[in-house]
C-alpha cells in the first residue's frame, strides 16, 4: 500500500498501547499555536494505533477540550476536528513496530547542534522583531548560550583534509565565530606551535589557543 494522508477525526485516533516517550506539551501547544499542525501523524496499518506523534495528539485532545481555535491544518466538520494522518504503514508484528516508535523517538535525541550557528540564527530571529515563541527555545536560554560560549572559549577544527588536498579546506570554530583556513597555512601554523610547545598533545595545543585568546588566566 502507498502512504497517503488522510484526515481522520481527532476522537477516533488511538495511541499505542505503550509509549515510553514523555512530552513536553505545553511547548508543542506553543509551536501548534504558532506554526500549525505542520507535522502528520502515522498509524499502524495492521493495528490502527499510532506509531509516531503521541505528544501532537495530546496536545491537540487538550486544545479541543480546552475550546481552543482549531488549529491552521486541521479540519473541521460537525464539531469533529479532523487530523492529517499518514497511512499505509505497517510492520511485520507488533514488536517490530514498538521498535519503531522507540526509534522513532531516540533517533532525533542522538543528533546535537551546532550551538554557534544555533545561537547565530536565534539572535538573528530576535533582531528582525520574531518571537520565539513555539521554537523550543526562550530568551533566557539564548542568553545562556551566549555566555556559555563567552566564558568556554569553545574551539573545534573540522575534519583536517590532507595537506596537499586544494579542492578543500579547514574549517576552524572558536565560540559561535567560524572562518576557513587553506590546509598548508593550517599545517604550517600547526607546525610553528608544536616547536614552541615542544610538543603536539592535542591538550596542550587547546590549553595554549585558550591562554592566547584570553580565556585562561
Known sequence: MDIQVEYIPLADIVEADINPKDHDIGQIYQSIKRFG???????NENTGKLLAGHGRLQTLQQMKQGGEKVPA?????????????????????DMEAQA??????????LGGWNTGELVDTLQELVENGLNLDGVGYDFDDLETMVTQIDDSGIFDVEVVPD????????????GRYRFKVEPEDFYAWE???????????????VDWIQEALGFKN
Open 191 to 205: 607546525e610553528r606551535i608544536a616547536e614552541m610547545l615542544g610538543s603536539r598533545d592535542s591538550d596542550e595545543f
Open 163 to 174: 595537506a596537499d588536498d586544494d579542492e578543500t579546506s579547514v574549517n576552524v570554530t572558536i
Open 100 to 109: 519503531y516508535l522507540i526509534a522513532d523517538n531516540r533517533l532525533t535525541e
Open 37 to 43: 499542525f505542520t507535522q502528520p501523524i502515522m498509524m
Open 73 to 93: 491544518r486541521i479540519k473541521e466538520k460537525d464539531g469533529q476536528w479532523l487530523v492529517p494522518v499518514l497511512k499505509g504503514i505497517a510492520f511485520e508484528d
